[in-house]
């Protein structure tokens, strides 16, 4: 259920997902084509896993406001 009131706080989820995608394509690119970006490609796949969690934890946040959405 979506709470429409201004006190509950958006989560930013949408956006972890969007840079985990972005960490997961570079994780690709360093791996196979041998580019150097500062890390090696496994380090750029643990940064996509750690955002992608952060993400699930941001999308199962609860509103806890008292409003009723009827």
Same mark, same amino acid.
């Given at each position: #259920? ?6 509950? /706080?958006?989560? *930013?989820?949408?956006?972890?997902? $969007? @840079?985990? #995608?972005? %960490? $997961?394509? &570079?994780?690709?690119? /360093?791996? $196979? @084509?041998? /580019?150097? &970006? =500062?890390? %090696?490609?496994?380090?750029? #796949?643990?940064?996509?896993?750690? &955002? +992608?969690? =952060?993400?699930?934890? +941001? @999308? *199962?946040?609860?509103?806890?406001? !008292?409003? !009723?959405?009827?």
């Amino acid at each position: #259920m979506n709470c429409n009131c201004k006190k509950c /706080v958006k989560s *930013g989820g949408h956006v972890l997902i $969007l @840079f985990s #995608m972005i %960490a $997961l394509i &570079l994780s690709a690119i /360093v791996s $196979l @084509f041998k /580019v150097e &970006l =500062y890390l %090696a490609g496994t380090q750029w #796949m643990l940064i996509a896993i750690v &955002l +992608a969690i =952060y993400a699930s934890i +941001a @999308f *199962g946040r609860k509103c806890e406001c !008292d409003c !009723d959405d009827k």
